[in-house]
Each structure stands twice: as structure tokens, then as C-alpha cells.
């Protein structure tokens, strides 16, 4: 039986040494995580810590790139939005294949 849960509270912020990724257990030093609290019907809270590359819902992609809007650009790939780096950071760095 599925319990029901409200989502409480969005943020985003840098991580830090030791910020795991809850979906994929990465740990991204200076990339962008979104935190999201839940709060069940009898009061308990669940927090979630998923990176930018596991998130795929709308709401969390554009806060993301609201904050940080020349570092990514948003792709929406069916039903899901998917961030990827902005052409300007892929030459600045080099990494043109990884995002």
C-alpha cells in the first residue's frame, strides 16, 4: 500500500563535500542539487537530494535554470524536461560528450 505524500518545500543549492544523489549516488562537488521535502499524513517528513542530471520534472528544471540560465539549457524529451550544459560552457571546458 502506497502511503501519500505532499510536497512541502523546493530548493536548489550548490553542493558541498558530502552531498550524495539519492537516485544515482554521485557526488558532484560544485553542481547544482534540488531538495525536495515531503511531508505524509501523519506528520513525518522524507527528504529527497537529487542532482541536476537525475532531475527530470518541469518544476525543478526551471528552478534550476532560472539561477544559473547562461550554464544550461532545457530539453523537454517526451514527457520529461532534461537539463544539458549551454554551448558556451561545453567549449569553455571542453566537454562537448558528456552532458
Known sequence: M???YILKRLTVFIARSGT???RCHHHRK???YVKR???YHKGENRTEIVCWRCCHD???TSLILEQWPLAF???KDGQWYN???AKSIQLIFGFENEA
Open 58 to 60: 518541469e518544476e525543478s
Open 2 to 4: 502506497k502511503r501519500k
Open 20 to 22: 550524495v544523489c539519492n
Open 83 to 85: 537539463l544539458r550544459w
Open 30 to 32: 560544485d553542481e547544482p
Open 73 to 75: 539549457d532545457r530539453v
Open 37 to 39: 521535502i515531503y511531508s
